[in-house]
């Protein structure tokens, strides 16, 4: 929220931000009291008026005529254009400002049509406009200071226009992006929690068998397997294992009389925690055991390295 | 056919309306365009985008607020800013100093059939011309360069209290010089 200045910093200052030339901080401070400060908004209206003469000081350069007829055209093009989409219209005039009868405006059209080269300007309508301009002042000064500082503040925002245009564009991207990122995190989370009471199901389910696997050892490795015969679910669950060495990895089998069927590969967590999960049918009376070993990484076929922990199936069998 | 009636037309779609506006303060605007941003293919780039804002601003446009000339001029200053401080954040360049009210008066005359604008000018030229030297030194970088008070304390190594003072009394005289011109004292 911007601070609005007091009364006396702001009347230092109307020239200035007339003239758009206070630091921003201060530009907007001034803004706020004028807001709700009459006076000032009734000097800040006659500054305003003062800074537009400055550009009539300005020597004259004419535009070079080709080039001049070309923005001409181009403009005149994208006006029809415009009307066309009837987006004038729609845009209406600005309704917080208050309307002083104006003169030739609110006429019906009854006016000839507009001629299309007409180079010459009216000097006698320019004038006549001006005359009903200050007449106007005359009569109803108050709102014509009112309109003024509605005015210069509404041409001070244009400055800004494009500025904020382009806040507004990144502050819509970050949005988007987080909302994207909020979109994927939420997914992440059903999807973990799909994972986990599946999980829960293959080890808590009527049908499933437990395996208890140990090792040898001062910090004995255990783990534990459950085999959710329905589903064929397997998930082995171990604490104490010591990380493998480099270029090894642990290796979880199912040992049947006629084989030793690989059950995947993991590595413990620094705490020597381990999830393994796998789906493989197996004839509920072919386990034998269930064993992990440490075998190259990547495993192997057929268990080569040294035995970590093993199970035997009838221990569990109940 | 005057400009409160171009506008209007605009307003209600009439592109012939914005032609004639066009013809008729073309070179007014892109004169202060030119003496801004100092450089003739941005000026005509900025030129357009003035014409093409108030084609699309028409409705807003509202006469107590001052004369047509007014509205489209103090648009023109606003695009022209616009370019010059978009073309210093990418140049990384200072905008050369602005000519001097003495530059202003010894310029071509404004073009014949502004009637209005010419008067003002040779006014707003003559009250520019008897400010002291430094009060309108801050005025002209101010308005014509565009630069923020704090901008000119450094340009001109004055503390930032004695710029303040020095547009504060610039702005006091002129406006006192220019309230004949009508509507600028309000």
């Known amino acids: 929220m911007t601070r609005a200045a007091s009364h006396d910093e702001a009347r230092e200052e109307l020239g200035a931000a007339a ?9 907007a ?10 006076e000032c908004r009734a000097e800040l209206a006659a500054y305003g008026t003062v800074a537009a003469c400055l550009a009539a000081a300005v020597a004259a350069v004419p535009v070079d005529p080709a080039r001049r007829a070309q923005v001409r055209a181009r403009l005149l093009a994208r006006a029809a254009a415009d009307a066309r989409r009837g987006e004038l219209r729609a845009a209406g005039p600005v309704a917080d400002v208050p309307v002083v009868t104006p003169g030739p405006a609110n006429r ?12 010459t300007p009216a000097v006698s309508g320019e004038s006549r406009a001006e005359a009903r301009a200050r007449r106007r002042w005359g009569t109803a000064a108050w709102l014509a200071a009112a309109a003024s500082v509605a005015f210069v503040v509404a041409a001070a925002g244009l400055v800004r226009t494009s500025r904020e245009r382009d806040t507004l564009r990144v502050a819509l991207r970050a949005t988007e992006e987080r909302a994207a990122a909020r979109a994927d995190s939420l997914g992440a989370m059903s ?12 080890i808590t389910g009527p049908s499933v068998r437990v395996v208890e696997l140990t090792g040898a050892g001062v910090r004995e490795p255990i783990a534990r397997m459950f085999w959710d015969r329905a589903s064929n679910r397997w998930t082995m669950v171990a604490h104490n294992l010591p990380m493998p060495p480099a270029g090894r990895t642990y290796q979880v089998w199912l040992v049947t009389p006629h084989a030793k069927i690989s059950a995947g590969t993991f590595e413990p967590s620094p705490a020597g925690d381990a999830t393994v999960r796998a789906e493989y049918a197996l004839d509920s009376a072919a386990l034998q055991a269930v064993a992990v070993t440490e075998e190259p990484d990547g495993g192997m076929p057929q268990p080569t390295g040294r035995m970590v922990i093993l199970g035997a199936a009838d221990r569990a069998n109940r | 056919m005057d400009d409160l009636e171009l506008v209007r037309r605009m307003s209600e779609g009439d592109e012939r309306a914005l032609g004639v506006l066009y013809d008729r303060w073309v070179t007014a605007v892109h004169s202060i ?22 084609w699309r601003q028409a409705g807003r446009y509202e006469p107590t607020r001052g004369g047509v000339s007014t509205w489209l001029l103090t648009i023109a200053r606003s695009r022209a800013l616009d370019r010059v401080r978009a073309l210093r954040r990418h140049r990384e360049e200072t905008v050369p100093l602005s000519p001097t009210a003495e530059d202003v008066a010894s310029g071509s005359p404004t073009p ?16 520019l011309q008897d400010l002291p030297r430094e009060q309108r030194e801050a005025l002209e970088l101010a308005y014509y360069g565009g630069l923020s008070q704090t901008e000119i304390a450094e340009r001109t190594g004055q503390p930032l209290g004695t710029i303040k003072t020095r547009m504060r009394l610039a702005m006091q005289k002129l406006r006192g010089r220019l309230t004949m011109l009508g509507g600028a004292g309000a």
């Open chain 1, 19 to 27: 003239l758009d030339a206070l630091p921003p901080a201060e530009q």
């Open chain 1, 29 to 38: 401070a001034v803004l706020a009291h004028v807001a709700a400060c009459a």
């Open chain 1, 108 to 119: 019906p059209a009854a006016a000839p049509a507009v001629p299309v080269a007409s180079p």
């Open chain 1, 191 to 202: 999807a973990a929690l799909a994972d986990k009471a599946q999980m829960l199901d293959a």
């Open chain 2, 33 to 54: 365009v030119l003496r801004l941003v100092g450089d003739a293919a941005e000026a005509e780039d900025v030129v357009e985008d003035v014409f093409w804002q108030a």
């Open chain 2, 112 to 127: 014949a059939g502004v009637a209005e604008l010419s008067e003002r000018a040779a006014l707003v030229t003559a009250a």
